[in-house]
């Protein structure tokens, strides 16, 4: 399987991106698919998971101002980032669940290459 992550840029505070994780090589629809970031000196860090089922699950940081959705067709998931606060600098990885739970970093495989998102103040 292979994960690609798009979207990413340069954008003031308060403004929007949208993110885009398109993915190839097994069942997308059957995957559960979950968005990651890490800010320079700092972990890996969960921002949102969605389900094969469509459920959605949230870091408490983004809720409320960020959205993850699928299309199936396309086979891409989306993060839909709203408020963008300067914090929220990082660059942005989408991963495949493999384990157990669905926010831990090392229950998540398949990582794409990552796409920077800059929030200036």
């Known amino acids: 399987v292979q994960l690609q992550a798009c979207g990413g840029g340069l954008v003031q505070g308060g403004g929007s991106l949208r993110l885009s994780c398109a993915a190839s090589?097994?069942?997308?629809?059957?995957?559960?698919i979950g968005w990651f970031r890490q800010a320079p000196g700092k972990e890996r860090e969960h921002v949102a998971t969605?389900?094969?089922?469509?459920?959605?699950y949230y870091a408490d940081s983004v809720k409320g101002r960020f959205t993850i959705s699928r299309d199936n067709a396309k086979n891409t998931v989306y993060l839909q980032m709203n408020g963008l606060k300067p914090e929220d600098t990082a660059a942005y990885y989408c991963a495949v669940r493999t384990g157990a739970t669905i926010s831990r970093t090392g229950d998540f495989d398949y990582w794409g290459q990552g796409t920077q998102v800059t929030v200036s103040s």
């Open positions: 090589g097994r069942a997308f629809s059957s995957s559960d």
């Open positions: 969605i389900m094969s089922s469509g459920y959605t």
